[in-house]
């Protein structure tokens, strides 16, 4: 079992989770220590824990890149879960300077996970694996280079109809949905029962979540169309619409963890599903551009 000890702020035991004989556990004091060599390059800005620290982050400041005007302040995200399954990972995580958006992306690429295992004798000496750094530089200026193709092209409606759908995709129609679809009277209702009430409940969950796609690509658009207003250089660009949907996830009301979402849960799925989709638009227009 993986335990957490109590501390000052949270006086009990802590269970992360259970792992195997072949399991080492990090702990963050060592963790620190092997990112020394990191921070030479990239000075630390930020450090934090999630839940009930199961997992620490520390943010660490990349330097800056300008995408026609527009300023991207970019960070490598560090985590490392305590749970007896994740790997540590560091994850190229840049933010949009003028209104601190965290622009989670969906490339492979963008995750560096020739990092740190968990595996046993690694208290003693925690390593980083030969050529991270010359790893994270590689990410670094492959995605600037996508920013920049994103602000070269412009989208038609279809375009951005197709990101935004991308982005907040019609769920799909429950099984259960097909029984309703046969005509029954009063009685064979009654006879079906509780079928009939979980399909009915799984119809009424599925158009729920229908209309609530519909409403954040429509949110998703009148953001687009301000950022199109206010920053006239990559107006009509995916890189707007890319950016459109990054702001709402980071900054409409929900009842989960906003922050958390937007960095590891749904909002930051849909920053993927839009960084894809536009990515694809993107190259799609220069490849007939070079035609």
Known sequence: ??????????????????????????QNINLARALDRLTKEWPVETVGALGKGETVFFTLDAGHIDIKGDIIH?????????????????????????????????LKEATISAALEHTPGIEGEVNFRVGLIEQMIKVKTQIAMSFHQMSEVFLNDDDLDFILEQAYPT???????????????????????????????AVALWEYYCARAVTL?????????????????????PWAAYNAVVESADYRRGTETVQESALFGARAAEKKRAFHA?????????????V
């Open 1 to 26: 079992m993986i335990a957490r000890e109590p501390t000052d702020d949270d006086p009990q035991y802590r269970c992360f989770g259970v792992a195997g004989p072949d399991y080492g556990i990090i």
């Open 74 to 106: 970019e960070y490598f995200l560090v985590t490392d879960t305590k749970d007896g399954k994740t790997t540590m990972r560091i994850a190229y995580t840049p933010v949009r300077v003028v209104c601190q958006n965290t622009l989670v992306l969906g």
């Open 171 to 201: 769920p799909k129609k429950p099984a259960k949905a097909q029984l309703l679809e046969t005509a029954f009277d009063e009685l064979d209702i009654q006879a079906l029962g509780d079928l009939y009430t979980e399909a009915s409940e």
């Open 217 to 237: 690509r429509t949110a998703a658009k009148t953001l687009f169309e301000k950022i199109n207003d206010e920053y006239p250089m990559i107006a009509g660009t």
């Open 278 to 290: 536009a990515m694809e638009v993107t190259l799609s227009k220069l490849t007939v551009r070079a």
